[in-house]
């Protein structure tokens, strides 16, 4: 592992059945860095992520993560539903083995500003409020790298934006590494500090928003100015995907 | 494992619905087996019409016997729908009213008593039946044999014990009443003594030796008629039952039932508990950031086993001691009540974590439980020798692979002390504990992988 890294992953490859997710991905990230993993469908974000959050198995290659700190954020809220805010936090809180697991719960409520929220069932709130709870369930074991999967999914703008200001916060305030994927190229874009892509499996770029738009312009021509979407496509184009 | 644990209870108190259906369901589909198990078969209403004469009486030979109260016999094993008619118990067979008609036609008592003349007529009686639903006719069929053998072997009882004191009076002589008048009857020991007195008395000679001769029969004649009284009793009744028990003793039929209600409530209680709340932890989408290192995959199927044990305890003591307002329990063996709860619980709980970790949905996984407890509690109710051979070892075996057969062996060993070894019973739901609790394991890895 490099100096700077606190996360590394090196020729990581995942096979399901005769299909190979990853095909030897490398990968690493420093303190407060804000990694946005992005790529089509099937490319094999959500694996690498699953590999780095130790809920999945490489087939082969190299993780060095920090140990018990790397904070696992899943696409789908992984919360109790017929439970509250408050005691789905206050749960995991003491799972977590948390000296303090009411004064934990109360910072969490803080910080995802549902304190007033506390006593409702989780059922019962927004999509956008479940992930905030979501991604607060992730920070309870205050880690130094938060992996976030799809954070955004269902979200209407207005979640979105509070969702992006709250995770920078994170990356920007507390140097907590995050590392997120997403379909919206856009959201890379703004949000993302480093874009990581995949596609099918192979890690074709790992470089800024900026870099990514060199590399459109020197590979894809045509599509330089064009919105970074279209010049995205265009890239995946150009390297046969 | 503490903190799940209330969490599970947490969300089965905010599910109430759910909770009750999960408790009343098990509870109502056992207190209606054990009522089944408990209860002796209904009596089939039967349409009865008598048309024997009250004062006609079945004789031997020159004399009457008593009246054998052949309506009261009858109809206290049907239920009696006396009818006046024949065409009137057809239609009640027809239009469904009855399940069968039984008709004593008012020749009967002739017929039987013209058995013993040289012209005898075979005594019939009438069984009219709509065979539309065959279990009911099979019933019915079943209760009127039983019947007829019954008449059958009374009125044997009667004719042998009449032709036994017959025998008595030709062999020890007496009184003998017919058409008003009293006549004596001498009897062969009589006769005996009188010729033997005689015989001292007669020269030497043909007279001695022919009254030699009469006292070799008489004496004959006791002795060999001597043997008939016994046999004409056995005849009536040629096969005697001497039941032995060789497979120990059996639970009275209380028991048994409340063993069987108890276990089918744990059962179900806990397996679905178990399958259910393993279930919703995918469904829920905590699986995998419960078991990152927050609990080991054992520790929540122990967590999950415990759920279920709690909850099913529960449950369990307080149908328990509702049943016991009405059925006297033997509370002296609470503690082996408990030991049969938790065991059976433990066993149960095992079975439904590896159900629950073999399915994705909760509700996929509640059907399964159902699919798999059901047939194998009602498999285990059916008792060996009921079936061909080869069909009760299977029986035997599969309901051997999964724990309510031992749960039920527990429970019904724990309730009364006539009930099966409970420590056998016990090694049984611990080997199952151990193979379900392995099974259960490796399911969730593939839980854990899909």
């Known amino acids: 592992m490099t100096d700077r890294a606190v996360i590394e992953a090196r020729k990581l490859v995942k096979r399901f059945g005769e299909r190979e997710a990853l095909k030897g991905v490398d990968f690493e990230a420093a303190a407060g860095e804000l990694v946005a993993v992005i790529g089509p469908n099937g490319a094999g974000k959500t694996t690498l992520l699953s590999i780095l959050a130790g809920i999945s198995r490489a087939d082969g290659g190299e993780v060095h993560v920090p140990e018990g700190e790397v904070g696992w954020v899943p696409q789908q809220a992984a919360l109790y539903r017929r439970l509250t805010v408050e005691e789905n936090l206050l749960l995991f809180a003491r799972l977590e083995g948390h000296a303090d697991p009411v004064a934990s719960t109360e910072e969490m409520l803080e910080l995802t500003g549902l304190a007033d929220r506390r006593g409702e069932a989780v059922a019962r709130l927004s999509g956008g409020n479940q992930q905030r709870i979501?991604?607060?369930?992730?920070?309870?074991?205050?880690?130094?790298?938060?992996?976030?999967?799809e954070p955004s999914v269902g979200l209407d703008p207005r979640q979105r934006a509070r969702l992006w200001e709250f995770v920078s916060a994170l990356a920007e305030t507390n140097g907590t590494t995050v590392i997120f994927s997403t379909h919206d190229i856009q959201e890379a874009e703004r949000y993302g500090r480093r874009l990581l892509v995949l596609a099918d499996g192979e890690a074709l770029f790992d470089g800024s928003p900026d870099g990514l738009l060199e590399a459109v312009r020197r590979e894809a021509p045509e599509a330089a100015d064009r919105d970074f979407e279209t010049a995205f496509v265009a890239f995946l184009h150009h390297r046969g995907h | 494992m503490r903190w799940l644990l209330l969490k599970d209870l947490q969300i089965l108190r905010r599910s109430p619905l759910q909770a009750v259906v999960l408790v009343a369901y098990p509870v109502l589909i056992a207190v209606l087996v054990g009522f089944a198990i408990s209860r002796s078969p209904e009596k089939p209403r039967v349409a009865f019409l008598n048309d024997v004469p009250a004062d006609a009486r079945v004789s031997v030979g020159t004399r009457d016997l008593p009246?054998?109260?052949?309506?009261?016999?009858?109809?206290?094993?049907?239920?009696?729908?006396?009818?006046?008619?024949?065409?009137?118990?057809?239609?009640?067979?027809r239009s469904g009213d009855v399940l069968a008609a039984l008709i004593l036609p008012a020749n009967l008592v002739n017929r039987i008593n013209s058995l013993s003349t040289p012209f005898p007529n075979t005594p019939e009686i009438e069984v009219v039946v709509s065979e539309e639903d065959p279990v009911k006719a099979r019933l019915v069929n079943d209760r009127i044999d039983a019947l007829i053998a019954q008449a059958n072997l009374v009125i044997a009882r009667r004719i042998a014990a009449e032709g036994g004191k017959f025998l008595g009076l030709v062999l020890d002589g007496g009184d003998l009443r017919v058409l008003g008048q009293t006549i004596e009857i001498l009897g062969l020991r009589n006769s005996a003594r009188i010729v033997e007195s005689l015989r001292p008395s007669l020269p030497p000679g043909d007279l001695r030796d022919s009254v030699d001769r009469v006292i070799r029969f008489t004496k004959l004649a006791r002795n060999n008629l001597a043997t008939g009284e016994p046999l004409l009793t056995r005849l009536a009744q040629p096969i005697a039952v001497d039941k032995e028990v060789v497979d120990g003793s059996s639970p009275p039929l209380e028991s048994f039932a409340i063993a069987v209600a108890a276990t089918f409530t744990l059962a179900f209680v806990v397996v679905l508990l178990v399958a259910g709340s393993l279930a919703l932890e995918r469904e829920e989408n905590a699986f995998p950031r419960l078991t990152r290192g927050l609990v080991s995959h054992s520790g929540l199927l122990a967590e999950k086993v415990v759920l279920g044990v709690v909850v099913g305890l529960a449950v369990t003591l307080l149908m328990l001691a509702g049943l016991a307002l009405f059925v006297p329990l033997h509370w002296s063996r609470f503690g082996l009540w408990l030991a049969a709860i938790l065991a059976g619980g433990a066993a149960l709980g095992a079975a439904g974590a590896a159900l629950g970790a073999a399915a994705r949905e909760v509700r996929a996984v509640s059907l399964l439980a159902f699919m798999v407890t059901l047939p194998v509690a009602f498999l285990s109710l059916i008792p060996s020798g009921a079936v061909g051979p080869a069909l009760s070892d299977a029986i035997e075996v599969v309901t051997a692979l999964f724990p309510f057969k031992p749960a039920l062996d527990a429970m019904t060993a724990a309730l009364d002390p006539a009930g099966p070894d409970l420590g056998v019973a016990l090694l049984h739901l611990a080997a199952l504990i151990a193979a379900y609790g392995l099974l259960a394991r490796f399911a969730l890895r593939r839980f854990a992988a899909v």
């Open chain 1, 134 to 149: 979501n991604i607060a369930i992730g920070l309870l074991a205050r880690p130094s790298v938060l992996l976030l999967d």
């Open chain 2, 67 to 93: 009246n054998i109260g052949v309506n009261d016999r009858i109809c206290a094993r049907v239920e009696c729908v006396h009818v006046k008619s024949r065409a009137e118990a057809v239609e009640k067979v």
